[in-house]
């Protein structure tokens, strides 16, 4: 019963250097989101998606891209690392819009 | 727009007292949905409360309660006799269909700290 998996836990990067974050779930849910969280804030939502071939723009979302080509897969892709990008992200994901999300356990990014 | 506003930043209690938690939220659609998550000092977020924009019942589970006043636009979140293990991050968040879809958007939490 693996849920939502997040892959990697932690990362440095480069300034400059580009990554993509994994995330997958395994409960056949339409909606997935990502969200960083800077230390001692709240949740930001970058990015969503409300099924496969489906995605649109959160709360922060420049300097990132997603794709969803598969009801489980939703990547998250950092182009060209700057340090205002070191956070923890959380990859999550919902049945409906309107139902509990199921969050991963956190991708934490140092940028320097 | 949609938004989510916690007031409170951070709360000390000692063990016992009562706390309560504010959530603020703005949004112009008639149908929406808040939550309740909280993130223990480990880091997971758990799941602790859904509610939709049509049923303003109060709700109680064991020591936590939930008061949701449309009139207000507030979901406030009660602890009763608060215990160390509540220490935590809490997070209000909120779910409404901008243009059909649904953004999942939350507060910048309240961090309850509770005194032995």
């Known amino acids: 019963n693996a849920g939502v998996t997040q892959t990697p836990k932690f990362r440095i990067l480069k300034i400059g250097q580009s990554m993509t974050l994994q995330c997958t779930q395994d409960?056949?849910?339409?909606?997935m989101y990502w969200y960083r969280q800077d230390p001692g804030m709240g949740l930001k939502l970058i990015y969503y998606s409300v099924g496969a071939g489906i995605t649109d723009k959160g709360e922060v979302p420049n300097g990132y891209n997603v794709s969803r080509s598969t009801t489980e897969d939703f990547p998250l892709r950092l182009e060209l690392a700057a340090p205002s990008q070191t956070s923890v992200y959380f990859c999550a994901s919902s049945f409906t819009g309107g139902t509990e999300a199921f969050f991963g356990q956190g991708t934490r990014l140092t940028v320097v | 727009a949609q938004k989510v506003t916690q007031a409170q930043t951070e709360i000390s209690v000692v063990e016992k007292e009562d706390v309560t938690l504010d959530c603020v939220y703005e949004t112009r659609d008639t149908t929406y949905y808040l939550f309740w998550y909280k993130q223990p000092p480990s880091g997971e977020l758990v799941f602790l409360i859904r509610r939709n924009s049509f049923d303003e019942q109060n709700e109680i589970s064991g020591r936590y309660s939930w008061n949701f006043q449309k009139s207000t636009s507030s979901f406030n979140f009660t602890i009763t006799a608060s215990q160390v293990v509540d220490s935590a991050v809490y997070f209000c968040a909120l779910s409404g269909p901008p243009s059909g879809t649904y953004k999942y958007i939350f507060g910048t939490g309240t961090r309850l700290k509770v005194l032995a």
């Open positions: 409960m056949n849910h339409n909606y």
